[in-house]
């Protein structure tokens, strides 16, 4: 079956610091990834619609400065979380949708982000 | 606007006893719903979907869902609870945007399997 990866499955990182997480489709091509975002016992919030060769689009609310979308190929979206402060810490989850099937999104197991 | 309300936040059952979480929808337009799983340390898995063909939908593990548009429903069910079906579940509506295929999650029912 599809299968989306995530990397690094876990990060700590220091205030003010840049993290990168990268989410990669491994046996399907995904012209359009989505990066979501999951507080502790809390549904998912999807952030930005990732296009390949295109700008990111973000939802109401979300920074696109403050998380830097990159999708640069058929198979990687990257988020780039900068200048990182605690309130960033949270469980950040992308998904891919197969570009031969688009009815489906298929999630990647999530990035445990925790920023002191 | 399309959403979903998931009606209870934590579901117990006996192992071995049947399994219903339910979900209620809001949508003007026949929406898309699914349903997905959440185990821990594990990636959201697909469990079903339904696009506006058969009003009952079967997924995998036993589970299936059906469609009920005069109570705007989407219940999910299980005959026979198995230790390893606790999860957390999440009843999901598409939204219908230019962006297309966006995704709007219902709060998620914890499921508890009990021996």
């Known amino acids: 079956g599809a299968v989306v990866s995530q990397h690094p499955s876990r990060v700590i990182c220091k205030s003010g610091t840049s993290v990168k997480i990268e989410c990669r489709s491994l046996d399907f091509q995904a012209t359009t990834m989505f990066w979501y975002r999951q507080f502790p016992k809390q549904s998912l ?8 060769g295109s700008k990111a689009t973000y939802e109401q609310g ?3 400065d403050k998380f830097l979308i990159n999708h640069a190929s058929l ?9 990182a402060h605690p309130e960033d810490s949270s469980f950040y989850i992308c998904s891919a949708r197969d570009r031969g099937n688009t009815d ?3 999630f990647g197991p999530g990035t445990r982000l925790t920023v002191l | 606007a399309q959403s979903v309300t ?4 934590h579901v117990s059952v006996s192992e071995g006893t049947p399994v219903l979480l339910r979900c209620n929808y809001s949508s003007s337009y026949s929406p898309s719903l699914f349903w997905y799983v959440q185990h821990p340390n594990k990636g959201l898995q697909l469990l079903l979907k339904y696009t506006s063909a058969a009003t009952l939908v079967k997924g995998i593990n036993g589970f299936e869902a059906e469609f009920k548009k005069s109570e705007t429903s989407f219940h999910l069910t299980k ?3 198995h230790m390893s079906d606790a999860a957390e579940y ?6 219908l945007t230019g962006g297309g295929n966006k995704l709007t999650f219902g709060t998620g029912t914890q499921l508890k399997v009990e021996l």
């Open chain 1, 45 to 52: 919030m999807l952030m930005a619609t990732s296009n390949e």
């Open chain 1, 62 to 64: 979300v920074e696109k």
């Open chain 1, 75 to 83: 198979t990687l979206s990257t988020l780039t979380v900068t200048s």
């Open chain 1, 104 to 106: 489906t999104q298929y």
């Open chain 2, 6 to 9: 998931q009606l209870d936040s």
């Open chain 2, 79 to 81: 005959p026979s609870a």
């Open chain 2, 90 to 95: 999440f009843c999901v509506v598409r939204r």
